[in-house]
């Protein structure tokens, strides 16, 4: 069983920056983030696959990027230009295949969640 730990959340202003890291304790190939917010579902923010390929919610383009470093089995969320909208407990999530998903119910493994608050 592989175990996920996030990193990097806390409280900043709108317009600010936060980089969110995600360690696994074993090899895992696609990797996601999550995030949900009070009263709404959990949605996909974020994907990568095992070959490094990006998938990223609308909402998110252009301010956000995934990436990972295989060596260290970690999986990075760099966040910029932070909205209140984006206010929210953010989860890191793996799966055993290659190819990522923005479905959350096709991967194995998740961190406990790390809480972004954005304030305006």
């Known amino acids: 069983q592989v175990q996920l730990v996030e990193s990097g959340g806390g409280s900043v202003q709108a317009g600010s920056s936060l980089r969110l890291s995600c360690a696994a304790s074993?090899?895992?190939?696609?990797m996601g983030w999550f995030r949900q917010a009070p009263g709404k579902e959990r949605e996909n923010v974020a994907a990568?696959?095992?070959?490094?390929?990006?998938y990223y919610a609308d909402s998110v383009k252009g301010r956000f990027t995934i990436s990972r470093n295989s060596a260290k089995d970690t999986v990075y969320l760099q966040m910029n230009s932070l909205k209140p909208d984006d206010t929210a407990v953010y989860y890191c999530?793996?799966?055993?295949?290659?190819?990522?998903?923005?479905?959350?119910?096709?991967?194995?493994?998740w961190g406990q969640g790390t809480q972004v608050t954005v304030s305006s």
């Open positions: 990568i696959s095992g070959s490094g390929l990006t």
């Open positions: 074993g090899r895992t190939y696609a």
């Open positions: 999530a793996g799966r055993p295949t290659s190819a990522p998903s923005r479905r959350d119910y096709e991967y194995s493994y």
